[in-house]
């Protein structure tokens, strides 16, 4: 499984960004791709994870900012945010996990996005204060 981010940038404080992220070469029907985002210094944290059958998670503190999409026939999700904060600077990494088992693929979404095992390159957004 490979996976491309891009969308990322430098955006003004209530602004906002659409990232995406394509995944390819899965070997399994059942699949989950999602957005992470880390601060130097700081543990990554699970942003949004959506499942090729629509099943999604959102952590709480962004449910009301963002928002996750996706487009199954390009293997495409998208994570619209908006009313950018500076706490929202950040590298945002998209992963993806894939598995035999749609039940697995599931449990992962449901689980907080914990699980996931294939990491993009990462790309930075900044939101200057």
């Known amino acids: 499984v490979q996976v491309a981010e891009s969308g990322g940038g430098l955006v003004q404080a209530g602004g906002s960004l659409r990232l995406s992220c394509t995944a390819s070469?899965?070997?399994?029907?059942?699949?989950?791709i999602g957005w992470f985002r880390q601060v130097p210094g700081k543990a990554r944290e699970a942003v949004s994870c959506?499942?090729?059958?629509?099943?999604?998670y959102m952590a709480d503190s962004m449910k009301a900012r963002f928002t996750i999409s996706g487009d199954n026939s390009r293997k495409t999700i998208y994570l619209d945010m908006n009313n950018l904060r500076p706490e929202d600077t950040a590298v945002y990494y998209c992963?993806?996990?894939?598995?035999?088992?749609?039940?697995?693929?599931?449990?992962?979404?449901?689980?907080?996005?914990?699980?996931?095992?294939?990491w993009g390159q990462g790309t930075q957004v900044t939101v200057p204060s």
């Open positions: 992963a993806a996990y894939e598995h035999p088992l749609g039940l697995m693929i599931s449990r992962i979404v449901s689980n907080g996005c914990r699980g996931f095992d294939t």
């Open positions: 070469r899965f070997a399994f029907a059942d699949y989950a």
């Open positions: 959506i499942s090729n059958e629509g099943r999604t």
